[in-house]
């Protein structure tokens, strides 16, 4: 069961990085800034499977956690690869 002091961090790490997120959209970094918003988005969705969707406390998903992980640094490969085609065109 997920106590209620984690659930509050969980939420507080959340909306610090929503901010983080929010303040980093208006910066001029180009291609730099998407991967930036791209890892925060990433972590962001770590924290809501990890706690709030209970795969942190379950036990022998090990491999589902690896090929979860697999999967998003997958995806945010090519995604980033993606944007630094469009942006040195």
Same mark, same amino acid.
């Given at each position: 069961?997920?106590?209620?002091?984690?659930?509050?961090?969980?939420?507080?790490?959340?909306?610090?990085?929503?901010?983080?997120?929010?303040? !980093?959209? /208006?910066?001029?970094? %180009?291609?730099?800034?998407? =991967?930036?918003? #791209?890892?925060?988005? *990433? &972590?962001?969705?770590?924290?809501?499977?990890?706690?709030?969707?209970?795969?942190?406390?379950?036990?022998?998903?090990?491999? !589902?956690? /690896?090929?979860?992980? %697999?999967?998003?640094?997958? =995806?945010?490969? #090519?995604?980033?690869? *993606? &944007?630094?085609?469009?942006?040195?065109?």
């Amino acid at each position: 069961m997920l106590k209620y002091g984690t659930s509050v961090k969980v939420w507080l790490a959340l909306v610090l990085l929503t901010g983080l997120t929010l303040s !980093l959209a /208006g910066r001029p970094w %180009g291609p730099l800034n998407m =991967l930036m918003v #791209l890892a925060i988005a *990433t &972590f962001k969705s770590g924290l809501v499977a990890s706690y709030f969707m209970h795969l942190n406390y379950e036990k022998g998903l090990g491999w !589902l956690k /690896g090929m979860i992980l %697999g999967v998003i640094l997958l =995806l945010a490969i #090519l995604i980033g690869l *993606t &944007f630094f085609d469009i942006a040195y065109r």
